[in-house]
């Protein structure tokens, strides 16, 4: 599991800095290097999932793949909105942040009370505006959740806008509520979970303290 490879690296990365005797003054340092990147993979990988070789798509790829899976799996995708969200993710694939926005907008058109449709908006809208949590981001997330405020997508993915702008103290409130909005036996509750762990040590060993 990703896991198990993960606690590896930080293992010999650690016996790495007592090899080469590095200054003790240094190795909360070291460490806080270590938590960023396992931040970054808890945002990037699925850590919970068992190892399997790579097989070939012509949908996405790294980073686009996990998080189009997980928001199948709290939002669905065979659903007539979610022809809309697959047909943004090309444009954005296809480096043209503008166009999925404008796709999504389109399907809000024809259904104003997706919730998937204004989750995939906030996260196109962050996109197109240099990965910050826009205004306008920042309302299409809001109405996602006044559509369904017991769903638990729209504040992990405001929460993950939020990580990837690099303002870990705002993803961390919506990250929680998303965990808690999640009921047990869901197969997506221990990636939330898992996410949120990893962005609470990071932030118990000094991550920048930003507000939102």
């Known amino acids: 599991m990703g896991w198990i490879t993960l606690v590896m690296l930080g293992g010999a990365a650690m016996a790495l800095l007592i090899w080469l005797k590095v200054d003790r003054?240094?190795?909360?340092?070291?460490?806080?290097?270590?938590?960023?990147?396992?931040?970054?993979?808890?945002?990037q990988?699925?850590?919970?999932?068992?190892a399997s070789a790579p097989v070939p798509t012509v949908e996405a790829t790294g980073d686009d793949a996990t998080l189009?899976?997980?928001?199948?799996?709290?939002l669905g995708r065979f659903t007539g909105?979610?022809?809309?969200?697959?047909?943004?993710?090309?444009?954005?694939?296809?480096?043209?942040?503008?166009?999925?926005?404008?796709?999504?907008?389109?399907g809000i058109?024809?259904?104003?009370?997706?919730?998937?449709?204004?989750?995939?908006?906030?996260?196109?809208?962050?996109?197109?505006?240099?990965?910050?949590?826009?205004p306008p981001a920042l309302f299409a997330f809001q109405q996602a959740t006044r559509l369904s405020p017991h769903h638990p997508a729209p504040p992990f993915f405001e929460?993950?806008?939020?990580?990837?702008?690099?303002?870990?103290?705002?993803?961390?409130?919506?990250?929680?509520r998303a965990l808690r909005l999640t009921p047990p036996g869901l197969s997506y509750r221990k990636e939330i979970?898992?996410?949120?762990?990893?962005?609470?040590?990071?932030?118990?060993?000094?991550?920048?303290?930003?507000?939102r």
């Open 25 to 43: 003054a240094l190795w909360s340092l070291s460490g806080a290097a270590l938590m960023l990147g396992a931040t970054g993979y808890a945002l």
């Open 45 to 50: 990988g699925r850590p919970t999932l068992a």
């Open 68 to 74: 189009i899976e997980l928001r199948e799996e709290m």
């Open 81 to 106: 909105d979610g022809a809309y969200l697959i047909a943004a993710d090309a444009m954005t694939r296809s480096g043209d942040p503008r166009a999925a926005v404008q796709v999504i907008i389109g």
């Open 109 to 134: 058109r024809a259904i104003p009370t997706s919730v998937l449709l204004w989750t995939g908006l906030g996260t196109a809208l962050a996109a197109h505006d240099g990965g910050q949590v826009s």
């Open 159 to 176: 929460g993950l806008a939020y990580v990837r702008a690099g303002n870990f103290a705002a993803a961390r409130p919506l990250w929680a």
């Open 193 to 211: 979970a898992v996410r949120l762990a990893l962005l609470d040590r990071y932030l118990a060993m000094g991550g920048p303290p930003q507000a």
